[in-house]
């Protein structure tokens, strides 16, 4: 019986679970929302709107980082969300 390679430190960062490398993805459903809602803003329409604009952008970043915290695929995934909630609270304040 022969034994399998314990996984590297690497491996365990940067591959998912069928082997590959992934640092970058297509954007999923919550990135491609705050995009157009941050590119909305932009148009600084003022008032009530901006602000809903606003709110949305960062509700759904934070949705897209929690996600990543909890449910990437390699380490680099999930602490790129971490980073991303982090300074999103730390500008926040």
Do not use: H
Request: hydrophobic share 55%; proline share 4%; glycine share 10%.
């Amino acid at each position: 019986m022969k034994a399998t390679a314990e996984p590297t430190l690497f491996d365990r960062f940067f591959r998912d679970p069928e082997g590959n490398i992934v640092i970058a993805q297509k954007p999923n459903l919550p990135i491609l929302i705050w995009g157009a809602t941050t590119a909305l803003q932009f148009l600084n329409f003022g008032g009530k709107f901006q602000t809903g604009l606003e709110l949305v952008s960062f509700g759904i970043l934070f949705t897209w980082a929690w996600l990543e915290i909890f449910q990437g695929v390699n380490y680099f995934r999930r602490s790129l969300g971490l980073v991303v909630l982090v300074g999103m609270l730390a500008l926040s304040l």
